[in-house]
Every structure is written in structure tokens, then in C-alpha cells.
């Protein structure tokens, strides 16, 4: 703003402007520096949001003049109140997400608890069906050697009883029924 008020008439030089006139409106402020450039911060935004864009140094003068002649003016209950109610909203705010994460952590270490026991018993469920698959691959490998073994049994008694009945068949004691040629039994 000095640089401003350097090169532009004495019509629209702006006065001095002196914080400490104007007090609590920003607590975090240490320093005259850090004060004069928050309420440079709000001439802009207050700038902005009420419409007014130019950019000239004239423009910028004359409303800069009126911003801080309606800041010194304002009574001083207002911004304290103001400020009042941001900050017991912004404690709201705080306490309800402290309280959103403490419940978030609960939720949390609740599932899981519930976790590891599901996991722990899919786990017992699983070896008990391993358990279950290896018996019954037991089961079917000795199923497996017993058919085997009864299709080898099956097999020699048709060799034997084929030719048992060759031989009865050539002494002439068994005789064989001939096939018919009309497809009848």
C-alpha cells in the first residue's frame, strides 16, 4: 500500500493506518507486520466479495479508505463477538472429530478383534477340510487298489471259467447254444 500511496495525488493518499488502534481481531498476530498483513488479507478478500475489481491504484486507494474507516469504526464488541462464536464453532468442530476418530479407533480395534476370531476359525475350517481331503484321497487310493485287484480276480475267473468251458466243450458234456440268424434269442 506504500508504494501505492507514493504515486497517486494527495486526493486519494490513504491516511496512516496504525493496527494498534484496532485490537483482538487477530489473536495469532505478534507483530505489527503480521497484523498489517492480515488485515491487508482481508481488505482483499472483503474486495472480492463485494464486487469491486478494479485494479488501479486510484480504486484501490479510495477503498482501502473505506475499508479502514469502517474497521475503526466498528464497534468493538462486534469482531470480539464474532470472533467468540468462530472459535467456540471451531471447537465444536474439534471435539466433534476427536470424538468421530475416538470412534473410528473403537470401530476399529472392534473389527479387529472380530477379525482375527473369523480368521481364526476359517482357519480351524480349513484344516479340518484338509483333514477331511486327506482321508478321503485315503479312502480313494485303497478304493482305487481294491477295484484293482477285484478286476484282476474278475478277469482270471473269466479266463478260468472260459476255459473250463472250452474243455467240457470239446469232451462233449457242455453243448453250446447256436446263435439264430433272425436276431431272437
Avoid at 482483499?44 to 479508505?65: C, E, I, M, T, V
Avoid at 470424538?99 to 473369523?118: C, I, N
Avoid at 482357519?123 to 478286476?151: F, K, Y
Amino acid at each position: 500500500m506504500d508504494h501505492l500511496s507514493a504515486t497517486t495525488s494527495d486526493r486519494y493518499r490513504t491516511r496512516l493506518f496504525d493496527s494498534s488502534r484496532i485490537h483482538h481481531l487477530d489473536p495469532s498476530a505478534k507483530n505489527y507486520r503480521a497484523e498489517n498483513e492480515f488485515f491487508i488479507d482481508a481488505f482483499f478478500r472483503h474486495r472480492w466479495y463485494s464486487g469491486n475489481h478494479k485494479r488501479d491504484g486510484p480504486s484501490l486507494l479510495q477503498a482501502w479508505n473505506v475499508y479502514i474507516h469502517n474497521l475503526e469504526h466498528v464497534d468493538r464488541c462486534v469482531p470480539e463477538s464474532f470472533f467468540d462464536r468462530v472459535t467456540q464453532g471451531l471447537r465444536g468442530d474439534l471435539e466433534h472429530e476427536r470424538d468421530r476418530r475416538l470412534q473410528l479407533a473403537d470401530a476399529v480395534l472392534k473389527h479387529r478383534a472380530e477379525f482375527a476370531f473369523a480368521q481364526l476359525e476359517n482357519e480351524r475350517a480349513l484344516t479340518s477340510l484338509r483333514d477331511d481331503l486327506r482321508v478321503a484321497r485315503g479312502i480313494a487310493d485303497r478304493s482305487r487298489d481294491e477295484i484293482a485287484a477285484l478286476q484282476t480276480l474278475v478277469d482270471a475267473h473269466h479266463r478260468e471259467h472260459k476255459a473250463l468251458c472250452e474243455m467240457l466243450e470239446r469232451k462233449g458234456v457242455l453243448h453250446r447254444k447256436k446263435q439264430r440268424t433272425d436276431g431272437t434269442a
